[in-house]
T-cell receptor
Framework: GESVGLHLPTLSVQEGDNSIINCAYS??????FIWYKQESGKGPQFIID?????DKRQGQRVTVLLNKTVKHLSLQIAATQPGDSAVYFC????????????FGQGTILTVHP | DVKVTQSSRYLVKRTGEKVFLECVQD?????MFWYRQDPGLGLRLIYF???????EKGDIPEGYSVSREKKERFSLILESASTNQTSMYLC?????????????FGPGTRLTVT
């Protein structure tokens, strides 16, 4: 999961495996969450989002799970491919924040062929 | 497709220089944001703007200023660049609606201050 410090959490998987990336958030008022993917040399790209009135949302090969009780968010990637190798960020928003997202520090996912 | 463009991909400046980073978006978004990204620290918000000529400080505004004279353009200014401002700078934009908070990002500008 996300952690404070200079070293990003890393996850290494084999091609075809399922990947689970975790994120803990601290603001109990957060009511919207996004996962972004950032490939080397590019800006972050939207993957999937979820509102706090849901606990699960599915996209194409991705599922986001939200556990508000323990303030935990996870991103599941099915049948991980080498093209999924990237840094993954969770972000949250809550209250009257003019659309300001608070980002986690990211997790490096490496997929081995 | 939403497009957010940044004026430079790579920039090298000397300590004390005034630096301008430009960002343009083509989706008529009300909100625009400037972040810096450093290894292990994620994306940290420098400034954001929710309308033309409006600006709000983010988490790390010191040493930076911004300008939003037109809706599509948001500029980040380093008044006197310092080596600790060497970083990746990311611009983003979004609609000002509670229906969708997705921010669209530009490719980033890697700034080196020597």
């Amino acid at each position: 999961g996300e952690s404070v410090g200079l070293h990003l959490p890393t996850l290494s998987v084999q091609e075809g495996d399922n990947s689970i990336i975790n994120c803990a958030y601290s603001n109990s008022a957060s009511d919207y969450f996004i996962w972004y993917k950032q490939e080397s040399g590019k800006g972050p790209q939207f993957i999937i989002d979820i509102r706090s009135n849901m606990d699960k949302r599915q996209g194409q090969r991705v599922t986001v799970l939200l556990n508000k009780t323990v303030k935990h968010l996870s991103l599941q990637i099915a049948a991980t491919q080498p093209g999924d190798s990237a840094v993954y960020f969770c972000a949250e928003i809550g209250g009257t924040s003019y659309g300001k997202l608070t980002f986690g520090q990211g997790t490096i996912l490496t997929v081995h062929p | 497709d939403v497009k957010v463009t940044q004026s430079s991909r790579y920039l090298v400046k000397r300590t004390g220089e005034k630096v301008f980073l430009e960002c343009v978006q083509d989706m008529d978004h009300e909100n625009m944001f400037w972040y810096r990204q450093d290894p292990g620290l994620g994306l940290r918000l420098i400034y954001f703007s929710y309308d033309v000529k409006m600006k709000e400080k983010g988490d790390i505004p010191e040493g930076y200023s911004v300008s939003r004279e037109k809706k599509e353009r948001f500029s980040l200014i380093l008044e006197s660049a310092s080596t600790n401002q060497t970083s990746m700078y990311l611009c983003a934009s979004s609609f000002r609606t509670s229906l969708n908070y997705e921010q669209y990002f530009g490719p980033g500008t890697r700034l080196t201050v020597t």
